[in-house]
């Protein structure tokens, strides 16, 4: 059990599940900088079906979309959202603080949550903005290296163990 729970929030469990999909470099890297983008807003709940139905838009991997969601976990979703909170208040230039939530009436409540949501959503955006470019390139670039080690693996191997496809005997 206790292992599991380490494979769960381990991100080089992830990291190695992202490596062997059978999609290209590009795909998978998209698939991800989508699910980073997501995991960004503050949509808690919604982010996976959000994340996986932009990846099928856009034709990228719907597996890594789902696994970029998961910048947001149980450790890292307040500090995340806080994070949004503060440069939305920074970019909006409103002054970053609890505000009032005032509980009289259902209205009421439903302007003291847009004081809170959007400048959360306008961090949120930048933020996912900025890892979602960072998260492409780089997983781009991880799995463009991996492909070029197994073909090159491949490309030394003796004429006997290989087959029309590049497909090794077993």
């Not at 490596?19 to 998209?30: C, N, V």
């Not at 949509?43 to 994340?51: E, H, M, N, R």
Request: glycine share 8%; with cysteine; charged share 20%.
């Amino acid at each position: 059990m206790k292992e599991k729970l380490r494979k769960a929030i381990s991100y080089r469990y992830y990291l190695k599940k992202l490596t062997e999909l059978r999609e290209s470099p590009d795909k998978t890297a998209r698939g991800l900088a989508v699910g980073v983008f997501i995991g960004f807003l503050p949509i808690i709940g919604f982010q996976v079906i959000t994340a996986v139905t932009i990846a099928l838009i856009a034709r990228a991997s719907k597996v890594a979309a789902a696994v970029g969601t998961h910048v947001t976990n149980p450790w890292t979703t307040i500090p995340i959202l806080i994070l949004d909170y503060y440069v939305g208040c920074f970019v909006l230039r409103r002054h970053a603080c609890v505000p009032h939530i005032d509980f009289s009436s259902f209205g009421a409540l439903l302007s003291s949550g847009k004081e809170i949501l959007i400048p959360m959503f306008v961090g949120g955006v930048i933020l996912g903005s900025v890892f979602s470019v960072l998260s492409y390139f780089g997983m781009k670039k991880l799995l463009q290296k991996k492909v070029k080690e197994v073909k090159d693996y491949v490309k030394n191997l003796p004429e006997t163990e290989k087959v029309a496809g590049g497909d090794v005997l077993q």
